[in-house]
């Protein structure tokens, strides 16, 4: 909201600089955004006359123009050709310096000397007009030698850009501001002028007026005013509107404009002649209605909206023929708009519930100055005080207009402004402070407020202007937080608390830290890809499978909701590959989403209008996603790295199980799954990215193996999927270590890991197994291959012998021999 | 009356359907598609020679040869995608590799350095410094129903105060009512839910999290966003607590030369409620551009928790009062790394990302 300090100082007394109200301002939670300063730099610029116009020997551009601003004549260069002899036009003498800092000087060109500039309306900064040099008889009747900020009736001013808070509909008004001001400041608040109505001429015996539907329409005040002619406003008042970023369009509507800014009240006028029985009703749209409003849209009334308990309640003013007029507090129809022979006025000042207003607005995509401010909530008493000074502003331009006697004023519901009570110590409770109760009562009376003292209470009645605070526990806090402001939040105390209570990370916060941790140091970069992509993203794992889709995306291709960190994670690659820096290992963590259709975990939450229905969510599943990118990278990396990422976690007994059922998107033939032996869960897969998916998505490396490991986070923090080694630790022997290798030829359906885990329970000499060495040869039977594995005996007791170790090693090969293995 | 070209099709059509079926490769397949199928085909040539006929026959014989040629298209596309599966699956089998196998100790591992992401890293900062001041760390969802993201948090249905968040929904159950959260304060409500339900209050808590804003991209703005959000519930809680966690956070976090200061601001779940700001990081209080010469920069909002939050939730307000507070990780990260363009983030260039430990 742009304010002028100009139009702030008719309220209030305020000798502080712009910048001093800033600070003021912005502690009132008063936000100013901006300080524009109007008419600055045009002190020396003056009005000027066109005597001679002459061209220059050898210049085709610009000529050469004897002017007289009041002191004889004046010769200017000048490239602008849009004016005449006897012209009067804008003259910035030598040594002024115009808006910008420009600074004229005198010059020589082409042999003749310019003693100043004629200037165009941009230039001066008096509008975006840059076609020609300003000429003045077309807007005021300019005298020669007069200041042009004279001659426009432009006082410098500053206007402050305030940003108001959504609970503070009260201060979206010049008036409002100047009150906060004023309590702060402890300065005396001034009222507007006003008018009053003519005393034999009864407004009823003009117009009617009525209510329909009272929860609508609070108030509908409607005064009749005669003897109009529409012209122009007042350069004061024009000059006011453009500094608040309005623009004037006639006396009738600047009134408008200027009671709304002022005081916060829009008011409707309509051209009496084209209303029907002079007559405005306020009633509820009939399904199946239709009205063109203002901006020449056809709107449909009364029809359901999309958003949640919004079943199409519009509100409307009616003539005395029930035909549409417009739509109450949003905007006015075409037919009974003020034009220039309207002479008769009906001024409509109302109060509309706010909620059937913002409902409005929203469903009809229409919203407006006046929707804003209703919808918000206005003063349900403000609306005959606001017409008073619309008629008062009305009259300086038109002395005859007549305001007829007792306007029709008919009430629906309005809220009743409660009475808040703050006991003794609520204030102390609340803000951790007391303060001197003297000082509390004279800023709540200075805001409005009535404040009775009983006891040890005080009972604070809310003025009609503050809609925003509310009854009993949640009034308390209103009214403090008023207190509060107009106290001051930086003159408050600070304390910090303590409590017994620990702080800390639970044990999924830390496993998260810990797989980040072991992954960087790893060599893992860490990316951010998308949760919104695209269909075909989508299709190309899981084709025709149902997904989470958004309703109003940004973009079509941000329209679903991931369902793996893959995709993203190879195109992010596949961006660093054009870019020669793809040489690198990705990876993500992040959730990842399942429609409640598909997956057998969906979320049941309550929603809806007062948590009344219950809603089916997506699945959220947090995942860790790493691409192994690097040239030498596939399947057998990611089995190394998560080798070291599997023993940093303490997992006690995960294999890599070969899968024949990969998840899409993994290569069918080398990807594995993690399987938990004692829970039998699946922690996660890994293995190499699909061919077909690095070929969708990064056709430049069609060919290149990539290694993945995915894992699924909520298994791994989940201890009874994930088993995690016992904290209890074995000492090694003191006794020497005996060592022996052993190679099995074994059919390839058995895993690697079980034949090691069985042989590890051969005998208790066993002190470790591991596997060192795989040979697939043709000299081997079909469907097998060598495994040789390193076995360390040892005993507790004393140095294994020999024929121990020999009988140790037969019982190893005869539990080999069990599953099928022979030594080799 | 001279022999219909056509009277030979149905056995040539045959003849095709089997040459078709014999083929065994994709490259015998390549070979053979010109004279299958292509314009010098059998059933194109038998087409050329149509022009001799009569109008009428003309139109009959021209509908037997497109139903054969669709039928021998057909098959070709479907011995082809045959083909083409056998081959894929010959190559998988021939690249088969059980990955139980793997020798782990044998495995190559380059040794370079990675890089924590910037979110992650600047989030963990900022949880420690918390968790320093005895707060403890929840999680919550992405996804979210209208009553956690907004009708408990006090901003009913069709309320303005909505108009502040520009919402993703989502297409589930009636419409409006599943919402990607705009913020992290539903974790909030889930927290003092669970509270309630479990009689454990009092909370020390902050959030951190992903958020969604349905906001075109720009320099200062991602349309996904990262937020941390404290709360306090607990017995005599008042502003002046809010204040000193304020101060206290901003100056274990940004340093001690930097202090915070409130000012008035409206929140539908906090009153009263504040705008926190910190001094300029840049400039340390002196004013320059980026703090508009005020000296000062906008980091978050807070407040005491409102009564009607509270109510919603079922927790007394005359025994607990609260405050929360909540601002941007990523906003953190900018500051202090001077990113002159989010968008930065989430382009997951190595160069940008490698900058990071």
């Known amino acids: 909201m742009k304010i002028p300090l100009s139009w702030l100082r008719e309220f209030v007394d305020l000798p502080e600089t712009p910048d001093e109200l800033r600070l003021i301002l912005d502690d009132l939670g008063l936000v100013v955004e901006g300080i524009d300063v109007v008419g600055a730099g045009l002190e020396d610029v003056v009005v000027a006359r066109v005597d001679e116009i002459r061209s220059i020997e050898g210049a085709d551009r610009v000529r050469l123009v004897t002017v007289d601003a009041g002191a004889g004549p004046v010769e200017i260069v000048c490239g602008a050709t849009n004016f005449e002899l006897g012209n009067h036009v804008p003259l910035a003498p030598i040594g002024a310096v115009l808006p910008g800092g420009f600074e004229i000087a005198r010059r020589q060109m082409r042999g003749v000397t310019s003693n100043g500039m004629l200037c165009s309306a941009r230039e001066l900064g008096l509008s975006d007009d840059h076609l020609g040099l300003m000429i003045l008889d077309q807007v005021t009747t300019p005298r020669v030698g007069e200041h042009l900020l004279d001659a426009l009736h432009i006082t410098p001013d500053v206007v402050l850009d305030i940003s108001v808070e959504g609970n503070r509909p009260d201060a979206w008004c010049v008036q409002g501001v100047a009150r906060d001001l004023a309590t702060r400041l402890a300065r005396p608040l001034r009222e507007p002028m006003l008018a009053t109505p003519v005393a034999d001429v009864m407004t009823d015996s003009f117009a009617h007026a009525g209510i329909d539907d009272p929860e609508l329409c609070g108030r509908l005040t409607v005064s009749v005013l005669r003897n109009l002619t529409v012209r122009p406003s007042p350069s004061w008042i024009a000059q006011r509107l453009q500094s608040a970023g309005m623009r004037p369009i006639s006396n009738v509507v600047d009134a408008s404009n200027y009671v709304m800014l002022e005081l916060g009240q829009p008011t409707h006028p309509y051209d009496a002649a084209n209303v029907a029985g002079h007559a405005l009703r306020v009633r509820r749209a009939r399904a199946g209605e239709t009205l063109e409003t203002l901006d020449g849209v056809v709107r449909e009334l009364a029809k359901a909206g999309r958003g949640l308990g919004d079943t199409g309640v519009d509100c409307v003013i009616v003539d005395g023929d029930d035909q549409l007029l417009g739509l109450a507090g949003i905007m006015g129809g075409s037919s009974s708009e003020i034009s220039a022979t309207t002479t008769d006025v009906l001024l409509e000042a109302a109060f509309f519930d706010p909620m059937t207003i913002a409902r409005s607005s929203k469903r009809h995509g229409l919203r407006s100055e006046a929707s804003n401010r209703f919808e918000r909530g206005v003063d349900p008493e403000l609306a005959l005080r606001a017409v008073a000074r619309f008629v008062n502003l009305l009259q300086e331009s038109v002395p005859e207009l007549q305001w007829l006697a007792n306007p029709l004023d008919h009430w629906g519901g309005v809220p009743t402004p409660p009475t808040v009570e703050l006991r003794a110590g609520d204030i102390e409770r609340g803000l951790g402070i007391e303060l001197d109760y003297g000082d509390v009562v004279a800023n709540l009376e200075g805001l409005g407020f009535h404040v009775d003292v009983r006891e040890s209470s005080l009972f604070v009645r809310a003025p009609s202007s503050r809609l925003d605070i509310r009854e009993g526990a949640a009034g308390r806090a209103d009214v403090i937080e008023e207190i509060a402001r107009i106290h001051g939040y930086r003159r408050l105390p600070r304390r910090t608390p303590t409590w017994p209570e620990p702080g800390g990370l639970t044990d999924r916060q830390r496993l998260r830290r810990l797989v980040r941790d072991v992954v960087v140091d790893l060599g893992v970069v860490e990316a951010w890809t998308p949760t919104l992509g695209s269909d075909a993203d989508f299709d190309l794992l899981s084709p025709g499978v149902e997904r989470v889709r958004i309703t109003n995306p940004l973009a079509s291709d941000e329209s679903v909701m991931r369902a793996t960190l893959l995709t993203g994670l190879v195109r992010a690659w596949g961006r660093n590959v054009e870019r020669g820096t793809g040489d690198v290992v990705l990876g993500e963590m992040g959730a990842v989403f399942t429609h409640p259709n598909v997956t057998e975990e969906p979320r049941e939450t309550k929603g809806g209008e007062s948590g009344a229905l219950t809603l089916r969510l997506p699945r959220e599943n947090e995942r860790l996603t790493l691409l192994l990118g690097r040239l030498d990278d596939d399947a057998t990396t990611a089995v190394g790295l998560w080798s070291v990422l599997s023993e940093r976690l303490g997992l006690a007994d995960v294999v890599v199980r070969a899968s024949e059922q990969p998840s899409p998107g993994l290569h069918p033939t080398r990807s594995a799954r993690l399987v938990d032996r004692q829970s039998g869960a699946t922690l996660g897969e890994l293995g190499e990215v699909d061919a077909e998916l690095v070929g969708a998505l990064v056709p430049s490396a069609v060919g290149r193996r990539l290694g993945v490991v995915d894992i699924d986070l909520d298994a791994l923090a989940d201890s009874s999927r994930a088993t995690r080694r016992s904290d209890f630790v074995s000492v090694p022997s003191r006794y020497p270590s005996a060592v022996i290798d052993l190679a099995f030829v074994v059919s390839s359906t058995v895993h690697a890991a079980d034949l090691g885990e069985a042989l590890r329970h051969a005998t208790p000499l066993v002190e470790s197994i591991s596997l060192f060495d795989v040979y697939r040869d043709a000299s081997l039977p079909a469907n097998s291959r060598s495994l040789a594995y390193n076995v360390r005996l040892v005993s507790l007791e004393h140095t294994l012998k020999d024929d121990e170790v020999s009988a140790a090693r037969e019982q190893l090969i005869t539990l080999a021999a069990s599953l099928g293995a022979t030594l080799r | 009356m001279t022999p219909s070209p056509l009277a030979d099709l149905s056995a040539q059509t045959s003849e095709l359907l089997s040459t078709i079926a014999s083929l065994a490769t994709l490259d015998e397949l390549t070979e053979a598609e010109p004279r299958l199928t292509g314009k010098r085909s059998l059933l194109s040539t038998l087409q050329k020679s149509l022009g001799s006929l009569e109008p009428n026959a003309r139109k009959d014989a021209g509908a037997l040869l497109q139903e054969a040629r669709r039928e021998v298209q057909a098959a070709f596309e479907a011995r082809r995608s045959t083909l083409a599966a056998a081959a894929r699956a010959e190559s998988l089998e021939a690249d088969r590799l059980d990955l139980g196998d793997v020798v782990t100790n044998s495995v190559r591992w380059p040794v370079r350095a990675g890089h924590p992401g910037l979110v992650a890293s600047t989030q963990r900062e900022l949880e420690d410094v918390f968790v320093g001041m005895g707060f403890t760390v929840a999680d919550?969802?992405?996804?979210?129903?209208?009553?956690?993201?907004?009708?408990?948090?006090?901003?009913?249905?069709?309320?303005?105060?909505?108009?502040?968040?520009?919402?993703?929904?989502?297409?589930?159950?009636?419409?409006?009512?599943?919402?990607?959260?705009?913020?992290?304060?539903?974790?909030?409500?889930?927290?003092?839910?669970?509270?309630?339900?479990?009689?454990?209050?009092?909370?020390?808590?902050?959030?951190?999290?992903?958020?969604?804003?349905?906001?075109?991209?720009?320099?200062?703005?991602?349309?996904?966003?990262?937020?941390?959000?404290?709360?306090?519930?607990?017995?005599?809680?008042?502003?002046?607590?809010?204040?000193?966690?304020?101060?206290?956070?901003?100056?274990?976090?940004?340093?001690?030369?930097?202090?915070?200061?409130?000012?008035?601001?409206?929140?539908?779940?906090?009153?009263?409620?504040?705008?926190?700001e910190v001094t300029c990081t840049i400039c340390r209080g002196e004013g320059c551009r980026t703090c508009s010469q005020t000296g000062w920069i906008e980091l978050g909002g807070c407040g005491m928790l409102d009564p009607a939050v509270l109510s919603a939730v079922g927790i007394d307000g005359d025994e607990w009062s609260g405050f929360a507070f909540g601002f941007g990780i990523d906003r953190c990260a900018q500051m202090r790394h001077q990113i002159p363009d989010m968008r930065a983030l989430i382009d997951n260039d190595t160069r940008f990302l490698e900058q990071f430990s």
């Open chain 2, 140 to 276: 919550g969802p992405e996804v979210e129903s209208d009553w956690y993201n907004f009708e408990a948090l006090n901003i009913p249905p069709a309320h303005p105060a909505r108009g502040l968040w520009d919402t993703f929904y989502v297409d589930l159950g009636e419409p409006e009512t599943v919402v990607l959260r705009t913020h992290t304060s539903p974790t909030q409500v889930h927290l003092m839910e669970e509270a309630v339900a479990k009689g454990s209050l009092p909370i020390h808590s902050v959030m951190p999290g992903r958020c969604f804003r349905r906001d075109t991209p720009d320099a200062r703005h991602l349309a996904t966003f990262h937020q941390i959000e404290g709360l306090v519930v607990d017995r005599g809680i008042a502003f002046a607590d809010l204040a000193g966690v304020i101060e206290t956070f901003t100056r274990a976090y940004f340093g001690p030369d930097i202090a915070s200061r409130l000012r008035p601001a409206f929140f539908p779940f906090t009153e009263p409620s504040a705008e926190f």
